[in-house]
């Protein structure tokens, strides 16, 4: 059952899901069901870190457009006054 679900959150890429379900990994009765998970725990390991990568460079991208929208934007001159009535 919990490979079942672990496959099918991995399918999904459902980040939560698969953090849950490593969280409550049943210990399992033969060889090949260990064998199975740990097939499956690299996988979802591969899908969590290209998901890292991905918010690392969207983070990135928005710096740099935070930076260029502060850039863009006029200065105030402390040399002059700027007076409003």
């Known amino acids: 059952m919990w490979l079942t679900k672990l496959k099918i959150a991995i399918a999904q890429k459902n980040a939560k899901e698969i953090g849950s379900l490593i ?11 260990n064998e ?3 097939f499956l725990i690299k996988e979802a390991a591969l899908f969590i870190n290209s998901l890292r990568e ?11 457009n ?4 502060k850039s863009t ?9 700027n007076i409003k009535l």
Do not use: C
């Open 23 to 33: 969280k409550e990994m049943p210990k399992f009765e033969t060889l090949k069901e």
């Open 36 to 38: 199975e998970a740990l």
């Open 54 to 64: 991905e918010t690392k460079k969207s983070l990135g991208q928005l710096k740099k």
């Open 66 to 69: 935070l930076e260029f929208i």
């Open 73 to 81: 934007k006029p200065h105030a001159n402390s040399k002059t006054l």
